[in-house]
């Protein structure tokens, strides 16, 4: 086998594969514990695509048509600034940083850490208690209200209505499993396959059933744009994009990590293009009428219910991935790995360590009221600061201002902080107003 090789020193960038070394010359074997290209990219789309295919209608209602542009152009600036992401990993040219958290606190020192930390364990540990909830409820939904309601009778009741919290234990019981054996973010690869195909699906009923549905709404008005409201989609689209809390993992488990930009932007575009085949066509047909999520509009039977199955699956697959990505993050803290404690005592610790995690999300999920409006709050300021902003600012602080490729890509730099800082600004106050009403309530 031919042994590549990196050298730190020289002027090529960004020098991605370089890992903790005492030389210059950094070693790129073959590792089989490691993913391919295509294992990142499904865990990316995975990641990206579910939720935001069932808002993305109706962010486009909310700005209007001018909206799809507006789509495109946060598509290219989250790819851009999750290029960036990573190459800060990578900064020193001599070893890699293992998390979002560490290059802020090297870009901001204390400051950079403690916000860097509370956003990302908040939205890391807030996504898959929110999916929990979401799965529970549309199973809830699903199986309680599948009956004949023609007749007031009891007889014709064939739901089976156990309630929402019996549903979270359900699946997280369910979801406990594939959660303590995926150690690292190639093996969950297999559950972001098929969480893309459920999307995937979801797309294709949801835009067939709008073209279909058409002639029955084509009374229905469409606006052009809507200036006040166009901050509002802006948010929705960036907060669609978001995932990148995940990517280092991701990243750090490709076997040719210097493929992070070309994986990235094929995930980015596929995730886009499902965003355009089902956000196009369905507000084409229901326009100012169009809800979030996107398969209320459907007509009650096989579409709307095969969507929320679907959508069900999804969430409870990407689940694990934030769920994981969290986990290592803390057992990298805490120590817990197989160099320190040996294979025996890292699998009972990692067991011991995510039952708690799992433990903790269920009762987040059953017991804190308010909860969705708290998350949603974090995640937009979260994803607001995580997102785009974070990436592009520390990218600035470490390589500097003058290091960016000549004055287009200065002006783009500006371009895309302005636009990420007022989805952010307007996706916080959003949510306050949702929570100040809930609590009024």
Known sequence: MVNKS?????????????????GDIIPVENDNTKGSNWTAYVNVVCLLAGSGTLGITYAIKQGGWISVIILMFSAIISTYSNIKLIECLYYDRKTRKTSMSEIAYNAFGNVGLYIVSFFFNALALGCPILYLILAADNSQSLFSNNYNNDDNNDDNNIGINIGMKNWVYIWGIIMFVPFVLLKTMKEAAWLSIFGSLTTALVVVVVSVTSVIEYPNNSHNSHDFINIRNIPIALATFSFSYGGNVVYPHVEASMKNPQAWPKVISFATFTVTLMYF?????????????SLSPIYFNLPVGFSATISIIMITAHVLLALPIYQTAFAIELENYLGITVENLGKSRELIWRIIIRTIIMIFMIYCAINLPYFSDFMALLGAMGNGVLLNFMPIVVWLKLFGWNQLNGWKEKIWVIFALILSSLGAVIGTWDALIALWLDINR
């Open 277 to 289: 085949i089902i956000g196009i066509p369905s507000y084409l047909t229901y326009g100012q009428n």
């Open 6 to 22: 990196i050298n730190l020193n020289n002027e090529e960038w960004p020098s991605y594969g370089a890992t903790l070394s005492e």
